[in-house]
């Protein structure tokens, strides 16, 4: 076992020396503070315009309400009363001195009408928001004179009471749901991302050990199944090395700028309900799917004797990740369908769907212990059949990377 | 510590690569593996090694099966180069001398000593990629003995090296032999193994067809070397008895005669015929044992 710890460190020491990691980490360093302080820099930009609208209106009583109503919505825009003519303001936005020239009427039934002039209309946002204001007092004047008063308006506008109760006692609670949907999102995209990275680099790395043809002498020192698994861990390592950089560096960020942290996004991903078992599960199931596809990816990487060729040998892996990703996407909104029950005990897809299951839905714990033991099963049969592979693999230096490849590593591998 | 290879055969599906092969080296010796390509060779030494499992038969190393238990005590440089191109020479024979169980202090030092010996001490910290093919050669070789290995397994060791560096490999095989290292080598250059082998075989499609000390092999083969340069026209030679192969030359001929006493035949049939510069009577060279015995499959 000597040796397997050997084969660890060195894959360990040499990826983490290696420039290419310093730098991916410096810049996804960068992207994790620059994403923290995503509220100041988008008011750094946004500061610059104040944008004005010069408003001609010729009901005058319509300006000072919807001065006030968007400028409370939109605090960069300001409307502005304007003194001459229609034409003078139209030539007064194309000479830029204003952002848009808004004109007010009445119409036939004395309500509010009007016109929006701007240099370009692709971006609707401004003339969306003075619609809006505008719909806003055009509803309250019309209602008005319909007689009907303020607070049976606001009965009108008012939702209708609505709430979901699961009667299972056991069953999440809807903002349990909303909550353990955060956590799938975020597992299903971690495990997305570090089984295609990381899958690749074990590749990669065996892939570079054979084109270099330094794997001869390896496996003359050394098991390869023990060199198979010691370059799995230590590429996990690596990775939690990795995600470990990032969560501390991501914690500190988020501990300082805690204040402009609330709402938005972030209630939605809160993770104060999710329950100590829904991590543990989270946990469990990105380990084992992070071993299956990580030994499923060295072995493919030892078939290839060319560099060139990992890619493309890499594509079914790649593919099955995939097509479980977008299961769960798609499961993220139906998760008791039974197409995404069957589907969760295959066992390339149960890190994923499995996993999704357990945290949207209330299922017997049998089921998951199923799963899991099906995964560790595959495992181990994919860990056997990529040692035999892998040992007769290294020997094959061919043109191609096909099926028959895998037939021939197997074969030279044998058994006597 | 002797290598015994005892009735080994290996298939590959219907394909046989080696066919019952028997070899005995003993502790100390250099054994000469010589075969055309795809005689066997690699595939016997992948087997000794334990990369390959043998179909029958069993090969023991001082009585024991070769596996990972005793894989410490083996060198191997394989034909096929393979060393890691961005790595330091350092880091690279520090990583393959620890999985052959050595510390990292005691790899260094012997490192030193080696790159001494191979006068380049100062690749210590190069990267492979920058060394020239016949340099990165003999950091490969001494990848292969730097945890001095009982038994070396040398698959082509001089190919591509300049006649300088051809005799430093050479000296320093002659060194670990003399340490006690029993060491297998496979060449093509047949006047290496002639300097370095007492025992060897050549294969021939997966089996030997001549195998055991260098001088009986010379023996056995009865055959000789006849050399003459001569101002005449020495053609008509062919046509005496126990002549078997006549090589016209720029200066005269060279004959391959079965035995001996056919020399003085074809030197009386000289007689009289003009002036001869030359007479020579050699030992036949193992490059002609080994066209006559390899010949019909060697390209």
């Known amino acids: ?56 209106d010729e009901t005058g009583e319509i300006f000072s309400p919807l001065k006030e109503s968007v400028e409370n919505t939109a605090s960069d825009v300001t409307l502005k009363q304007y003194g001459g003519t229609a034409d003078e303001a139209k030539e007064a936005v194309e000479e830029e001195d204003y952002e848009a020239f808004l004109s007010i009427s009445y119409d036939g039934q004395n309500l509010p009408q009007a016109s929006y002039y701007a240099n370009q209309i692709a971006s609707s946002e401004l003339s969306n928001t003075l619609e809006q204001q505008l719909q806003q007092i055009k509803v309250a004047m019309a209602t008005n004179n319909a007689g009907i008063d303020q607070s049976q308006l606001e009965e009108i506008y008012q939702p209708v009471a609505f709430e ?30 570090s089984v295609i990275t990381y899958g690749n680099m074990i590749a990669m790395d065996i892939a570079n050990e054979k084109t270099s043809r330094v794997m001869e002498i390896l496996i003359s020192s050394a098991s390869p199944v023990s060199q198979m698994f010691a370059k799995i861990l230590g590429i996990a390592l690596l990775g939690l090395t990795q995600v470990g950089l990032f969560i501390v560096v991501g914690y500190i960020v988020l501990q300082q700028k805690q204040s402009e942290m609330t709402g938005g996004v972030f209630d939605y991903f809160g993770l104060s309900g999710v329950t100590a078992s829904t991590f543990i599960y989270a946990i469990v199931f990105f380990v084992l799917g992070y071993l299956l596809y990580a030994t499923l990816a060295a072995m493919l990487g030892s078939l290839v004797s060319r560099i060139e060729d990992v890619q493309q040998l890499m594509m079914p892996m790649i593919f099955l990740v ?73 020997l094959m230096y061919g043109k191609a990377s096909s099926l028959k490849d895998f037939k021939k590593a197997l074969q030279l591998s044998k058994k006597s | 510590m002797t290598l015994k290879i005892s009735n080994v055969t290996k298939r590959f599906g219907n394909f046989t690569a080696v066919d019952n092969l028997s070899l005995e080296i003993p502790e100390g010796q250099i054994f000469g593996f010589l075969g055309a390509n795809g005689a066997g060779k690699t595939t016997t030494f992948r087997m000794i090694l334990g990369l390959l499992d043998i179909t029958e038969g069993s090969i023991d190393w001082d009585g024991e099966k070769i596996n990972y238990s005793n894989s410490d005590a083996i060198g191997y440089l394989p034909e096929e180069r393979g060393l890691y191109p961005k790595l ?13 169980g050595m510390q990292k202090n005691e790899i260094i030092g012997e490192l030193k000593g080696w790159l001494e010996k191979f006068r380049v001490p100062d690749y210590l910290d190069k990267k ?23 038994l070396l397994i040398l698959d082509e060791p001089f190919s591509g090296l300049d006649p300088v560096n051809v005799e430093m490999l050479k000296q320093a095989v002659v060194d670990l032999k003399s340490q006690g290292t029993s060491i297998v080598f496979s060449s093509h250059r047949m006047e290496h193994v002639e300097e370095l082998c007492e025992y060897l075989c050549i294969m021939q ?95």
Request: net charge negative.
């Open chain 2, 128 to 150: 492979i990629e920058e060394l020239s093919k016949g340099n990165q050669q003999k950091i490969q070789f001494i990848s292969a003995v730097i945890h001095r290995p009982k």
């Open chain 2, 88 to 100: 330091t020479v350092k880091d690279q024979i520090v990583y393959l001398g620890r999985l052959r």
């Open chain 1, 1 to 56: 076992m000597n040796k397997f710890w050997i084969v660890l460190s060195h894959t360990y020491m040499t990826r983490f020396k290696t420039k290419s990691f310093l730098i991916t980490n410096i810049i996804a360093l960068l992207v994790i503070v620059g994403l923290a302080n995503i509220t100041s820099i988008i008011e750094m930009f946004d500061s610059e315009e104040n944008r004005e609208v010069a408003v001609l």
């Open chain 2, 205 to 299: 499609h997966g089996s030997p067809v001549v195998h055991g000390s260098l001088k009986e092999i010379k023996r056995a083969f009865g055959k000789k070397n006849l050399f003459i340069h001569a101002d005449f026209d020495l053609t008509f030679l062919q046509d005496i008895p126990g002549v078997v192969h006549y090589k016209a030359t720029t200066e005269g001929c060279e004959l391959q005669i079965n035995e001996e006493a056919v020399s003085q035949e074809v030197l009386n049939a000289l007689h009289d015929r003009g002036f001869v510069r030359r007479f020579a009577l050699e030992e036949p060279s193992l490059n002609d044992i080994f066209i006559e015995k390899a010949g019909a499959s060697y390209e």
């Open chain 1, 322 to 394: 995939m097509i479980a990703f977008f299961i769960a996407m798609f499961g993220l909104n139906v998760p008791e369908s039974s197409f995404v029950t069957v589907t969760s005990y295959i066992p390339f897809f149960t890190p994923m769907l499995m996993f999704l299951r357990v945290g949207m839905l209330d299922i017997p714990t049998w089921e998951v212990a199923l799963s899991i033991v099906i995964m560790l099963a595959s495992i181990g049969l994919l860990a056997a059949l990529g040692a035999r592979v892998y040992r007769g693999g290294v």
């Open chain 1, 164 to 193: 979901a109760v699961a009667l299972q006692e056991s069953a999440k609670t809807e903002e349990e749901l909303s909550e353990a949907r955060g956590l799938v999102y975020i597992i299903l995209f971690l495990l997305y991302i």
